[in-house]
């Protein structure tokens, strides 16, 4: 900010918030140093010059005074930003979704303009719908290619059998977007709501309690498509902890060079950032038992994450206590003793005993002194 004084004095003395500064600061961003302090004493924001004007005013008026300096610099930044377009879509409230485009200025304002005619004309012929509605409708309309948006599209909707057949309001999951409610699921599927249905039924057999699907596995080293649906429906986003990205790589956990194989156990879903950080140096991943699929991570600073498969509709979050892996090694335990005998009158001063055997030993022993008592 010692570019630009004025805009860093308005700042502190309430003329201008943060937004409207950042605002300007943004502007000349692609400006010298020298025309960036010129820009900033002819707008002079700490004058008050700027009060009354919106934020879209405060735009235009530092885009002006910056195009003025330096035009070239100005017209390279937006041709740059061109290349930056996109389109992202967000999880909203309610089963709905923010649908995001990034586009040139004027490829974005001729599609609000043409969805607008579309809606007003529709309004003008009688259609109840609100014009936001009808330009929403005509948006996946025209995108799609069909009125309801869903025909040819695979959504791949989860769900268990009770809520498909009998009603049960246990939530089903929508790649892409999350948890969704039974009712809505069901709906979905019914000619009502979507007038040619292409339904088709995948079965998924997972184990009882747990919620783990079942493994496939291929001798390829590119994932089939049957493994490559199998791994996205029980990773469902990114499986690197504390990353909820949509998934874009199915990666080997062991890699295919270190002798890894083409399997369910072997695979899991990763978002393209995660994927390209595990191959650099320092990064390990090693499957582990749980309940569910599992692997542990570790970084090149030794720190280690595990990361468990989300629990498919109809599954607890957390399984059973009966149901948790156990470790099949014995636990030892030290005791010592003074002149203690077993039951063959062997003599033993300590060392090693399983726990189990060291428990019953000590039962053994208490219920031996109650038995004196007794006597």
């Not at 010692?2 to 943004?26: F, I, K, Q, S, Y």
């Not at 268990?160 to 049960?168: C, E, G, M, S």
């Not at 649906?229 to 890699?255: S, V």
Request: charged share 20%; proline share 9%; hydrophobic share 35%.
């Amino acid at each position: 900010m010692t570019e630009m004084p004025h805009t860093l004095t308005a700042l502190e003395t309430g003329n201008l918030n943060e937004w409207r500064a950042t605002l300007l600061v943004r502007e000349t961003a692609c400006l010298t140093a020298a025309d960036r302090a010129g820009v900033d004493e002819e707008m002079a924001a700490d004058t008050g010059a700027l009060a009354g004007a919106g934020d879209r005013g405060l735009i235009a008026a530092a885009r002006t005074a910056a195009y003025r300096r330096d035009p070239r610099s100005v017209t390279d930044r937006a041709a740059h930003a061109a290349t930056d377009r996109h389109v992202s879509l967000r999880p909203a409230p309610d089963t709905m979704t923010c649908l995001t485009a990034l586009l040139p200025v004027a490829q974005g304002v001729a599609v609000y303009n043409a969805l607008t005619r579309h809606a007003d004309s529709c309004r003008s012929a009688g259609d109840p719908r609100t014009r936001g509605q009808a330009m929403a409708d005509a948006l996946v309309e025209r995108t799609t290619g069909t009125p309801g948006g869903i025909a040819g599209i695979e959504l791949q909707l989860i769900m268990t059998d009770r809520t498909l057949l009998q009603a049960d309001s246990e939530p089903a999951r929508l790649p892409g977007y999350g948890t969704v409610p039974a009712g809505w699921a069901r709906k979905i599927l019914t000619p009502d709501e979507n007038p040619a249905p292409d339904i088709r039924l995948r079965r998924l057999y997972t184990r009882p309690g747990t919620g783990d699907l079942v493994g496939m596995d291929s001798r390829a080293r590119i994932f089939p498509a049957g493994l490559r649906r199998f791994i996205q429906t029980r990773d469902d986003t990114c499986r690197t902890p504390y990353c909820d990205a949509p998934i874009r790589h199915l990666d080997h956990i062991i890699p295919w060079h270190h002798g890894g194989q083409t399997t369910g156990t072997n695979g899991a879903g990763l978002c393209e950032a995660c994927n390209h950080t595990k191959e650099t140096p320092g990064w390990n991943a090693q499957p582990r038992p749980g309940p569910r699929h599992t692997f542990l991570l570790t970084t090149p600073t030794g720190h280690t994450y595990p990361s468990t498969a989300p629990p498919l509709p109809g599954t607890p979050f957390r399984p059973p206590a009966s149901d948790q892996p156990r470790s099949r090694q014995p636990h030892l335990i030290t005791y010592r003793a003074k002149g203690a005998q077993d039951s063959q009158g062997r003599r033993h001063h300590g060392g090693l005993m399983p726990a189990d055997r060291w428990l019953a030993a000590c039962r053994l022993s208490r219920t031996c002194q109650r038995a004196r008592a007794l006597v």
